[in-house]
C-alpha cells in the first residue's frame, strides 16, 4: 500500500471515488470551493494505493491562520478493501507527512445522517478513531434557520456594544466569564486543560481566523450597565455560524438566552446571509430549547471526537 499526497493536476480524479457521478459533482464543488478560500490544499489531501488503484482518501482541512488546529474533512476507504487496515495506514503516514507542531489538536465529526452519499460506515469510522487514539469529546444537536420575512424583534431590556466599543481585551474577559459553568463539553474540558484566561484568549484567536465583521461581535449589558453575556456570529466555509452565544453565571435563568440568539440571527440576516447553522451539545438542554424556540430546525446530529498530539512526530 502506498500513501501519497496528491497534486493539484489530480483534482477530478481524486473526486472520482464513488461510483455515483452526483455525488462525484458534490465532492468536486466542494473541493474546488475549499482549495480556492484556502480551506484545503493539495498537500492536506492523500490517498492510499494498491496496484495503481486508489483504495482510500482523506482530506484535512484548516484554518489559514491557526497552524494547531486540523479537521479531518473526508476519510473514505473503498468497499473492497479492509476498513481498518486501510484507514490507519492513511491516518498514520499522512500525519507524518504533514510534520504537525506539537500540541496539535485533530479533530473529526460524524454527522448523522452524513452530509455526503457515500459508502460511510459510522461503526467503523468509530472503531479506527478510538484505535487511533481519538475521545468522543461532545455529542451536539445541528441546528439551521432559514432567511425568513418573519420580524425578529429586539430586545427591550439590554443594550449591545460592538468589539470596537469595548476592545478586545474586554472582549476576552467576557468570554473567560460566560464560559465558567458552561454546560458544553469541550469548553468544559479545555478550560480545565489551558486555565480560564487562556482558553478564552486562544478561543477568541480561533474565531478571528473565521469570516466576521467586528460590528457582529458584541457585549449585551442590562439597562443598569452590567454584563449579561455576548454574541459572536461569524462565517465559515460552509455559510453563516452562530460562532458563541454565552451567558454570565449570575445572569442565567432570565431567558436572556433567547435574546442573545435574536440579536446574532438579526445580526446575520441584516448582513445579507440566507441560512445560519450552530451547534449545542445535548447536555447543555437550555441553549438547545433556546434553538427550538427561535424558530431553528434541527437536522442532525454530530459526535466530535478529538486527538491531541503532545509531540512533533507520532507513530
Not at 32 to 56: D, H, K, S
Not at 125 to 136: K, M, P, W
Not at 168 to 179: G, L, M, N, P, R
Request: net charge negative; with cysteine.
Amino acid at each position: 500500500m502506498f500513501i501519497r499526497p496528491i497534486c493539484s493536476e489530480e483534482l477530478n480524479v481524486f473526486a472520482a471515488f464513488s461510483d455515483k457521478p452526483q455525488t462525484n459533482e458534490r465532492f468536486l464543488a466542494y473541493l474546488t470551493q475549499m482549495w480556492n478560500e484556502g480551506y484545503i490544499r493539495p498537500e492536506l489531501c492523500f490517498v492510499a494505493e494498491e496496484a495503481g488503484e486508489i483504495i482510500g482518501r482523506i482530506v484535512y482541512w484548516k484554518l489559514p491562520s491557526l497552524n494547531n488546529f486540523l479537521e479531518i474533512d473526508f476519510l473514505e476507504i473503498s468497499l473492497s478493501a479492509n476498513y481498518l487496515e486501510v484507514g490507519a495506514e492513511l491516518l498514520v503516514r499522512s500525519l507524518e507527512m504533514l510534520n504537525l507542531p506539537a500540541n496539535t489538536i485533530i479533530q473529526h465529526t460524524l454527522d448523522i445522517p452524513y452530509p455526503i452519499s457515500t459508502p460511510f460506515n459510522s461503526v467503523a469510522s468509530i472503531e479506527l478513531l478510538e484505535q487511533f487514539g481519538f475521545s468522543l469529546i461532545r455529542e451536539t444537536c445541528r441546528f439551521e434557520l432559514q432567511a425568513t420575512t418573519q420580524e425578529i424583534m429586539p430586545s427591550k431590556r439590554l443594550l449591545f456594544r460592538t468589539l470596537d466599543d469595548v476592545g478586545e481585551d474586554t472582549f476576552i474577559d467576557a468570554i473567560e466569564c460566560v464560559s465558567s459553568g458552561s454546560l458544553d463539553r469541550t469548553i468544559k474540558q479545555e478550560m480545565e486543560e489551558m486555565g480560564a484566561f487562556e482558553y478564552a484568549d486562544e478561543y477568541f484567536k480561533r474565531m478571528k481566523a473565521l469570516k466576521y465583521k467586528s460590528t457582529w461581535w458584541q457585549l449585551a449589558y442590562t439597562l443598569d450597565k452590567a454584563l449579561v453575556g455576548l454574541v459572536m456570529p461569524a462565517e465559515n466555509d460552509g455559510g453563516a455560524i452562530i460562532g458563541y452565544l454565552g451567558v454570565v453565571p449570575e445572569q442565567r435563568g432570565y431567558g436572556y438566552a433567547k435574546e442573545l440568539l435574536a440579536q446574532a440571527t438579526q445580526t446575520l440576516l441584516s448582513d445579507g446571509a440566507t441560512r445560519i447553522r450552530s451547534d449545542a451539545d445535548v447536555n447543555n438542554i437550555p441553549m438547545v430549547a433556546a434553538f427550538g424556540r427561535a424558530g431553528y430546525n434541527q437536522f442532525a446530529l454530530r459526535k466530535e471526537y478529538r486527538r491531541r498530539l503532545f509531540t512533533s512526530v507520532e507513530n
